[in-house]
C-alpha cells in the first residue's frame, strides 16, 4: 500500500452543491497532487500544493480550490457542482524533487445527480 | 494534439504472449516518463521509470526515444494477472510534478 488515504470514498451530490474532499499525504512527503479521472480516461491533473501553497494547476475552472495544511494533508473543495464533475478524484502525494515518484491513494469517486 | 497519445485498446492476448504497447507525446520538453498500471475501479500505480538507456524489470522493458518522443512497454511471457489498463505518464517539469496521462490501453490476457 502507498500510504496515501483519502474520505470518503464514495460520495452523491446534486448540481449546484459543494463538496469537500480529504487526502492524508504518505509519511515523509511533502507535496499534494489532484487528479481528476472521468470514465475511460486517464487522469487529468487539477492542481498541485506545496508546502501550503499552490504549486501549479491544470485547467479547471476556479470553483475547484484546495488547501493544504501544516501536516500536508489536503482538500479539494468543488463549489457549484455541475453533471460532469462526476469522476474519480484522486489525489498523489509525493516528495517534491526532480522526477520524484507520485503515490497515488485509493480515491474518491463522485456522483453528480 | 492531445499532449499523450496512446492506442486505448483493448488487446485481448494470450497467455504467454509477448504484447508491445507504444505511446508519443507532444511536448519536447517533458522531463520525465513513466509507465503506471491501473486495475478496474482502482488507483494507478507506478509500473516503472522509463529512460533513454532503456530499462528493463523482469518481465517488463520500457523505452525511451527522445528525437521521435516515443516511448514503449513490452511485456514478455504475459500472465492472467498483468490485465489492466497501462497508462503512459510525462512529467513536463521538474519542481512542478504535473503528470500529464494518457488515456490508457486496455489488456486483457486470455487463458
Known amino acids: 500500500e502507498t500510504g496515501v488515504t483519502q474520505s470518503p470514498t464514495h460520495l452523491i451530490k446534486t448540481r449546484g452543491q459543494q463538496v469537500t474532499l480529504r487526502c492524508s499525504s504518505q509519511?515523509?512527503?511533502?507535496?499534494v497532487s489532484w487528479y481528476q479521472q472521468a470514465l475511460g480516461q486517464g487522469p487529468q491533473f487539477i492542481f498541485q500544493?506545496?508546502?501550503?501553497?499552490?504549486?501549479g494547476r491544470g485547467n479547471f475552472p476556479p470553483r475547484f480550490s484546495g488547501l493544504q495544511f501544516p501536516n500536508y494533508s489536503s482538500e479539494l473543495n468543488v463549489n457549484a457542482l455541475e453533471l460532469d464533475d462526476s469522476a474519480l478524484y484522486l489525489c498523489a502525494s509525493s516528495l517534491l524533487g526532480v522526477g520524484e515518484t507520485q503515490y497515488f491513494g485509493p480515491g474518491t469517486r463522485l456522483l453528480v445527480l | 494534439r492531445k499532449e499523450v497519445e496512446q492506442d486505448p485498446g483493448p488487446f485481448n492476448v494470450p497467455e504467454g504472449a509477448t504484447v508491445a504497447f507504444n505511446c508519443t507525446y507532444s511536448?519536447?520538453?517533458?522531463?520525465?516518463f513513466f509507465w503506471y498500471r491501473q486495475d478496474c475501479r482502482k488507483e494507478p500505480k507506478l509500473l516503472m521509470s522509463v529512460y533513454s538507456s532503456g530499462n528493463e524489470d523482469g518481465r517488463f522493458t520500457a523505452q525511451l526515444n527522445r528525437a521521435s518522443q516515443y516511448i514503449s512497454l513490452l511485456i514478455r511471457d504475459s500472465k492472467l494477472s498483468d490485465s489492466a489498463t497501462y497508462l503512459c505518464v510525462v512529467n513536463l517539469n521538474f519542481g512542478n510534478e504535473k503528470l500529464t496521462f494518457g488515456t490508457g490501453t486496455r489488456l486483457t490476457i486470455i487463458p
Open positions: 509519511s515523509g512527503h511533502n507535496t
Open positions: 500544493y506545496y508546502r501550503e501553497e499552490e504549486n
Open positions: 511536448n519536447s520538453a517533458s522531463q520525465s
